[in-house]
């Protein structure tokens, strides 16, 4: 559940980028759409997954190193 203040901001977001006001229930149901695409998509990087790409990219360019 967004914060009055939070879904007043996104309201006015959506407005300057769209050129449309939309109700409160239309505001939290895009916020609520957006916050669980967020929520899938990002993810943070294992650690090990970075090292796994920083190995494969010296491999690539050996002047990578440091």
């Known amino acids: 559940m967004l914060s009055y203040e ?3 901001s996104f309201k006015k977001i959506y ?8 109700s409160d229930q ?7 759409s957006l916050l669980t695409l967020f929520d899938h998509v990002y993810r943070p990087v294992k650690k090990e997954w970075l090292r796994g790409s920083q190995r494969e990219n010296e491999k690539l360019d050996p002047e990578t190193k440091k």
Do not use: R, S, V, W
């Not at 407005?15 to 939309?22: L, N, S, T, V």
């Open 15 to 22: 407005a300057d980028e769209f050129g449309k006001e939309i």
């Open 26 to 32: 239309e505001a939290m149901e895009l916020a609520a």
């Open 6 to 8: 939070a879904l007043q």
